[in-house]
């Protein structure tokens, strides 16, 4: 019997139009573009106005709306969609919902997926599982975010770092040995106390106190959350190489978190990759959380060759982090 792997056969992508750049930051916060520049890597990233739409939904309709023109996909064969956020539309009712409806996908079951910025990733093993079961042929997975609903834009740590945007990407079954190889992720609880947000959960309730004390925008530890993200991408990119007996020459391109530049490369040259092997485009987005991983793919993707070997990584808050090896299917 002919193994069926879990493969990407599709991508979509969508950033909003408002380009907020370093210039602008530095007339809202006490920074300035080379601080930025030389301690993150990014110049600008996008953030979704009200005029635009609402909420992550927006983000994820317009991504998935992409995918489904370019590949001409018909939302009614659709399985599963599913959206990796931290940011939902609402904390009850699931935002994965809502788009799986918007797009027309009324014959799939839906939901949200949150791991912090390891989401998408922790996506992708849940997608291929479905797909590798038998059980569904078309599983739309989502990351999208706007994190801009949960910056304070007066604090210089975090809102030089985050933008808004989302990507998509269409999982299914393959016989050809492509697409999902191998993946490890972890999680460690006791990393929440370093990067999350207090307020807007069962813990603490959203109240008048709550929001004057600004308990419902993101908060980290920089110092604390880049010591763990360095060695933590690094770490795992590496194992799966090893695993899987990959050297630097195996490995087509890196897919990592944008989180900030130095990270990256501290996880490239662990991995002992060249630069033109690693996917990046935190320059002009900053990190998009949930949507980092599938906006490379949409704007790398016709570098992308069929049987290329992707090795993606990503580090989040929670703390959550993990490395997945696939083989590119198209």
């Given at each position: ?212 004390d600004k308990k419902h ?68 987005y900053g990190n998009t ?37 696939l083989k590119w299917a198209?």
């Open positions: 019997m002919t193994k069926i792997t879990a493969a990407i056969t599709a991508v979509g992508g969508y950033v909003p139009q408002f380009v907020l750049t370093n210039k602008m930051l530095e007339e809202m916060v006490d920074t300035n573009d080379e601080w930025i520049t030389t301690r993150t890597g990014i110049k600008e990233r996008r953030v979704l106005k009200k005029e635009e739409g609402e909420g992550s939904s927006y983000l994820a309709i317009q991504a998935a709306k992409q995918l489904m023109e370019k590949r001409n996909l018909d939302p009614l064969e659709i399985d599963l969609v599913i959206v990796a956020t931290a940011t939902p539309d609402s904390m009850v009712a699931s935002t994965a919902a809502f788009v799986a409806s918007q797009i027309g996908a009324v014959n799939a079951f839906a939901y949200d997926l949150l791991a912090a910025c390891s989401s998408f990733l922790f996506g992708m093993s849940t997608a291929a599982s479905y797909i590798e079961s038998g059980r569904y042929k078309k599983v739309l997975l989502i990351g999208a975010d706007k994190m801009s609903s949960i910056i304070d834009y007066t604090d210089r740590t975090t809102c030089i770092i985050f933008g808004d945007g989302a990507g998509a990407v269409l999982f299914e079954p393959n016989t050809e040995g492509l697409g999902l190889q191998d993946e490890y992720l972890r999680a460690d609880g006791g990393g929440r106390q370093f990067l999350g947000m207090e307020g807007g959960g069962s813990l603490m309730p959203a109240t008048e106190q709550t929001v004057k925008f993101i908060f980290q530890d920089g110092k604390t959350v880049f010591k763990f993200a360095v060695s933590n991408m690094a770490d795992v990119a590496e194992r799966i190489m090893k695993r899987n007996n990959l050297s630097d020459t195996d490995v087509s391109w890196l897919v990592p978190h944008q989180a900030n530049k130095r990270i990256i490369d501290a996880t490239a040259n662990r991995m002992g990759l060249d630069q033109s092997k690693v996917l990046m485009n935190i320059q002009r959380t949930s949507a980092t991983l599938p906006l490379l793919l949409s704007d790398y993707e016709d570098k992308l060759k069929k049987g290329d070997n992707l090795v993606f990584a990503a580090f989040g808050g929670g703390f959550t982090w993990g490395s997945i090896y198209y």
